[in-house]
């Protein structure tokens, strides 16, 4: 990732509960560590999930979701996750994600993409359907492709 990106990062501690028998993290935990990573994203950048999307009859539905790993990660080990907005288009937001271990290694890196979603599942233009909404999100993040 480059800094041209916008992003935000987050300090957690691997928990006991995210771990399996082995003492290793549970693959699919850095899943929800992506998430929480998104969700202070958004709130840096002052756009509370449940406040901004959800409150409005906004999902952020994903569509996919990678991660690749690196590194183990243990209970009670403290990493870091970067979350940043790679692409924002009418119709979806993409966010990738970097999971630092202590020492400054990258233990995973991955990618979710978010279509928006109204409460019957139909996805739509956000451009149109929220112009006001989307004027505030593109006017706060540069990075945009105006397509989809």
């Not at 916008?6 to 549970?26: F, K, L, T």
């Not at 993409?94 to 991955?110: C, N, R, V």
């Not at 979603?117 to 451009?127: A, T």
Request: hydrophobic share 35%.
């Amino acid at each position: 990732m480059t800094d041209s990106h916008p992003r935000s990062q987050m300090e957690m501690m691997v928990a006991w509960g995210d771990c399996d028998a082995a003492g290793i993290s549970y693959y699919a935990r850095a899943f929800d560590w992506f998430t929480n990573g998104r969700m202070q994203f958004l709130d840096f950048y002052e756009f509370p999930y449940m406040e901004t999307f959800h409150s409005k009859g906004i999902s952020l539905v994903c569509l996919t979701a990678d991660c690749q790993y690196k590194k183990m990660l243990h209970p009670q080990e403290k990493i870091t996750v970067r979350t940043f907005l790679t692409s924002l288009t009418r119709t979806r937001m993409t966010h990738t994600y970097q999971i630092f271990k202590k020492d400054g290694s990258l233990a995973a890196e991955g990618k979710t993409s978010h279509a928006y979603v109204d409460h019957e599942g139909i996805p739509f233009n956000l451009k149109k359907r929220f112009p006001q909404l989307w004027q505030k999100l593109t006017g706060r993040w540069i990075l945009f492709k105006d397509e989809g």
